[in-house]
């Protein structure tokens, strides 16, 4: 079973954990579904969304035709440091290029800052 028992309690474990590795069939059952499909994932979406929370690989839930239980997405808060890291890097606009450059030119190295963003992305 999940750590977590709803989208809602997904979400609190987030604010200390910032990322988590979490199934499709954790995500089902966190929605109290029985079977995975095409429309529970869309649902799921739209739950996480509405929480505030991002996922990745997108493709996992966005464009899913014959969802998998044991198949996996990373969950984040997009509004925490490391969500606008990530936002930043799978959706790029000119503000988020300027806040990745904001992060480059602090105290960290680049190879730090590479670092923290394949450990995000899970590479």
Same mark, same amino acid.
């Given at each position: *079973?999940? !750590?977590?028992?709803s989208i809602?309690?997904?979400? =609190?474990?987030?604010l200390e !954990?910032?990322? *988590?590795?979490?199934?499709? @069939?954790?995500? &089902? $059952? ?7 499909? +095409?429309r %529970?994932?869309? $649902?799921v ?5 509405? @929480?505030?929370?991002?996922?990745? +690989?997108?493709?996992?839930?966005? =464009?899913n %035709?014959? +969802?998998?239980?044991? $198949? #996996?997405? &990373? ?10 890291? %990530?936002q930043? %890097? ?17 105290? =960290?190295?680049?190879? #730090? *800052?590479?670092?923290?963003? &394949?450990k995000?992305?899970? #590479?």
């Open positions: *079973m999940a !750590e977590f028992e809602e309690d997904l979400r =609190n474990h987030l !954990e910032q990322i *988590m590795v979490v199934s499709l @069939q954790e995500l &089902r $059952e966190a929605l109290d579904y029985k079977k995975l499909g +095409p %529970v994932l869309v $649902e979406a739209q739950k996480l969304s509405g @929480q505030g929370l991002g996922y990745f +690989p997108r493709d996992t839930i966005d =464009n %035709v014959e +969802p998998r239980a044991w $198949e #996996e997405v &990373r969950v984040y808060l997009k509004d925490s440091a490391l969500g606008k890291v %990530v930043s %890097v799978l959706d790029p606009t000119e503000s988020g290029d300027t806040y990745l450059l904001e992060l480059a030119d602090g105290d =960290n190295s680049a190879a #730090e *800052m590479l670092d923290a963003i &394949r995000v992305l899970g #590479e």
